[in-house]
Nanobody
Framework: QVQLVESGGGLVQPGGSLRLSCTVSGVIFSSYGMGWYRQAPGKQRELVAT???????NYADSVKGRFTISRDNAKKTLYLQMNSLKVEDTAVYFC????????WGQGTQVTVSS
């Protein structure tokens, strides 16, 4: 069964940190570029960070220098370390392939608020 399961979200104050995880099952993980996406209320889903199968990373300007994407192919797990969080980072965060996307998981809610 193809499944993406995101976890690690929560409520954090501005300037705080969170580490998100995404476990992948039912499909090959190591051969694909992966990404973290987010969707804020009333907005379209946006891509915030990507990592290729070889480990090359790329970030949206809004998160560059604050977020770090990484992957553990042995564990079929994708990570997003989020530091210096801002109120505008509040969203539901999802993971998926960058190309040939598969069914979306439920995501994990990140709320940044004082």
């Amino acid at each position: 069964q193809v499944q993406l399961v995101e976890s690690g979200g929560g409520l954090v104050q501005p300037g705080g940190s969170l580490r998100l995880s995404c476990t992948v099952s039912g499909v090959i993980f190591s051969s694909y570029g992966m990404g973290w996406y987010r969707q804020a209320p009333g907005k379209q889903r946006e891509l915030v960070a990507t990592i290729t199968s070889g480990g090359t990373t790329n970030y949206a300007d809004s998160v560059k220098g604050r977020f770090t994407i990484s992957r553990d192919n042995a564990k079929k797990t994708l990570y997003l370390q989020m530091n210096s969080l801002k109120v505008e980072d509040t969203a539901v965060y999802f993971c998926n392939r960058v190309a040939s996307r598969i069914n979306w998981g439920q995501g994990t809610q990140v709320t940044v608020s004082s």
